[in-house]
C-alpha cells in the first residue's frame, strides 16, 4: 500500500517536471523571439538616427543655397535698379542732346514734308516692310542678325542686309535712310553693355558697317540711332512679341542726301 502511494507521488512530480521543463522551453523561445525583436529594432534605430543625421546636412546645405539666391537675388535687385537709373539718365541725355540740335538746326531724320513725293511700296522677300506716315519701314529681324545680348553679326546676316540695301538702293535712291536700332523691354545682363541703349546703338552700328562697306549705299545717305526698348511695335507681354521688337529697321526718308 504505502509502495503503491510513493510510485503515485513519483508520477505526480515527474508530470510536473515535464510541465515545467515544457513552460521552460516556450519561455526560452518567447526569450529568443524578443531578443530577435530587439536586435530588429535596434538596427532600425541606428538607420533612423543616420537618417536624421543625413536630413540635417541636407537641411544645413539646402540653407546654404537658400542664403546664396537671396544673395543673388539682392544683388541683382541693386544692378537693375542701377540699370534703370543708367537707362533714364542715357534717355534724359539723348532728348538734351535732340533738343541742343533742334535749337542749333543740327541735323535729324525726321521726314521733310515739303517734299511732295510718296515713297513707292517696295517687297524684300523673308523681311517685314511697313509704311509710317511718309516713311518706309523696313524691319530687319534681330534673332536673324545677332545671338542674345550681342552686336556680332551671324552667320548669314549679311547676305540679309545685302538683299535689302539692294532692293532700296533701286526703289529709293539718293534717299536718307535711317539705320535704327531696336530691343525688348527686358534688361541687358552681363557687362558687356550698360543698357538697351547702348545695345541698340551698336548693333545699328554694326549694321551700318555693312552698309557702306558691302553695298552701294552711301555714308551720307545714312544716318545711325538706337532707341532701346522705346519704340516697340509690339507688346513686350509674350517672348513672341519680345522677339519682334528685337529689330534693326532701315527707314527711308522722302528727303534726298545731299
Given at each position: 500500500?504505502?509502495?503503491?502511494?510513493?510510485?503515485?507521488?513519483?508520477?505526480?512530480?515527474?508530470?510536473?517536471?515535464?510541465?515545467?521543463?515544457?513552460?521552460?522551453?516556450?519561455?526560452?523561445?518567447?526569450?529568443?523571439?524578443?531578443?530577435?525583436?530587439?536586435?530588429?529594432?535596434?538596427?532600425?534605430?541606428?538607420?533612423?538616427?543616420?537618417?536624421?543625421?543625413?536630413?540635417?546636412?541636407?537641411?544645413?546645405?539646402?540653407?546654404?543655397?537658400?542664403?546664396?539666391?537671396?544673395?543673388?537675388?539682392?544683388?541683382?535687385?541693386?544692378?537693375?535698379?542701377?540699370?534703370?537709373?543708367?537707362?533714364?539718365?542715357?534717355?534724359?541725355?539723348?532728348?538734351?542732346?535732340?533738343?541742343?540740335?533742334?535749337?542749333?538746326?543740327?541735323?535729324?531724320?525726321?521726314?521733310?514734308?515739303?517734299?511732295?513725293?510718296?515713297?513707292?511700296?517696295?517687297?524684300?522677300?523673308?523681311?517685314?516692310?511697313?509704311?509710317?506716315?511718309?516713311?518706309?519701314?523696313?524691319?530687319?529681324?534681330?534673332?536673324?542678325?545677332?545671338?542674345?545680348?550681342?552686336?556680332?553679326?551671324?552667320?548669314?546676316?549679311?547676305?540679309?542686309?545685302?538683299?535689302?540695301?539692294?532692293?532700296?538702293?533701286?526703289?529709293?535712291?539718293?534717299?536718307?535712310?535711317?539705320?535704327?536700332?531696336?530691343?525688348?523691354?527686358?534688361?541687358?545682363?552681363?557687362?558687356?553693355?550698360?543698357?538697351?541703349?547702348?545695345?541698340?546703338?551698336?548693333?545699328?552700328?554694326?549694321?551700318?558697317?555693312?552698309?557702306?562697306?558691302?553695298?552701294?549705299?552711301?555714308?551720307?545717305?545714312?544716318?545711325?540711332?538706337?532707341?532701346?526698348s522705346n519704340r516697340p511695335v509690339v507688346s513686350n507681354a509674350t517672348d513672341a512679341g519680345k522677339q519682334r521688337n528685337r529689330r534693326v529697321e532701315l527707314v527711308i526718308y522722302p528727303k534726298k542726301a545731299p
Amino acid at each position: 500500500m504505502l509502495l503503491s502511494v510513493v510510485c503515485g507521488c513519483a508520477d505526480i512530480q515527474k508530470s510536473q517536471l515535464a510541465t515545467l521543463e515544457k513552460q521552460q522551453a516556450g519561455l526560452l523561445s518567447q526569450a529568443q523571439e524578443y531578443q530577435k525583436r530587439a536586435a530588429n529594432l535596434d538596427t532600425e534605430n541606428r538607420e533612423l538616427h543616420s537618417l536624421v543625421a543625413q536630413s540635417r546636412q541636407q537641411a544645413q546645405a539646402l540653407q546654404g543655397q537658400l542664403s546664396g539666391v537671396q544673395d543673388e537675388l539682392r544683388d541683382v535687385n541693386s544692378k537693375l535698379v542701377q540699370a534703370r537709373k543708367q537707362n533714364q539718365e542715357s534717355e534724359n541725355r539723348i532728348k538734351a542732346l535732340t533738343a541742343s540740335m533742334q535749337r542749333t538746326g543740327g541735323v535729324s531724320i525726321s521726314a521733310n514734308s515739303s517734299v511732295p513725293q510718296s515713297l513707292p511700296p517696295i517687297n524684300i522677300p523673308g523681311v517685314q516692310v511697313r509704311r509710317e506716315a511718309d516713311t518706309v519701314r523696313v524691319e530687319l529681324p534681330g534673332p536673324r542678325l545677332f545671338e542674345s545680348g550681342s552686336a556680332q553679326l551671324r552667320p548669314g546676316a549679311e547676305n540679309m542686309i545685302g538683299v535689302a540695301a539692294s532692293q532700296l538702293a533701286r526703289s529709293y535712291p539718293g534717299h536718307v535712310i535711317g539705320v535704327e536700332g531696336h530691343t525688348d523691354s527686358d534688361v541687358v545682363r552681363g557687362r558687356q553693355w550698360r543698357n538697351n541703349h547702348e545695345l541698340s546703338t551698336n548693333r545699328a552700328m554694326a549694321v551700318y558697317d555693312v552698309l557702306t562697306t558691302r553695298t552701294n549705299l552711301r555714308p551720307e545717305q545714312l544716318q545711325v540711332v538706337g532707341h532701346g526698348s522705346n519704340r516697340p511695335v509690339v507688346s513686350n507681354a509674350t517672348d513672341a512679341g519680345k522677339q519682334r521688337n528685337r529689330r534693326v529697321e532701315l527707314v527711308i526718308y522722302p528727303k534726298k542726301a545731299p
